[in-house]
């Protein structure tokens, strides 16, 4: 069982940055690939990011390439999710999740554990 809580969520005016962790009780944490997704009021889940055990390969969403960039740091069992260049439709509460296996993954059902979610609001 890997337990997953985000913190770093806040309210930013369009144009500025946040940083996401997600802290993770993993006891191997290079072991599990790690990702980011979002979801806005009214609208489904979608993936934001994901990094592999190693930390070496990532994926984006189109929508958030260039401006996002997902990071781990093993040794203190947490990924990090850096959002510059923030636009009010990045607006949503945003999620970690865990796979099992450290190979990085796109959809929802690929991951085994997910945190309880940050709030971004980005205002216009």
């Known amino acids: 069982q890997v337990q997953l809580v985000e913190s770093g969520g806040g309210f930013v005016q369009a144009g500025g940055s946040l940083r996401l962790s997600c802290a993770a009780s993993?006891?191997?944490?290079?072991?599990?690939?790690m990702g980011w997704f979002r979801q806005a009021p009214g609208k489904e889940r979608e993936f934001v990011a994901a990094?592999?055990?190693?930390?070496?390969?990532?994926y984006y969403a189109d929508s958030v390439k260039g401006r996002f960039t997902i990071s781990r740091d093993n040794a203190k069992n947490t990924v990090y999710l850096q959002m510059n260049s923030l636009k009010p439709e990045d607006t949503a509460g945003y999620y970690c999740a865990a796979r099992r296996v450290p190979v990085r993954g796109r959809a929802e059902y690929e991951y085994d554990y997910w945190g309880q979610g940050t709030q971004v609001t980005v205002s216009s």
């Open positions: 993993a006891r191997t944490f290079s072991n599990n690939a």
């Open positions: 990094i592999g055990g190693s930390g070496i390969n990532t």
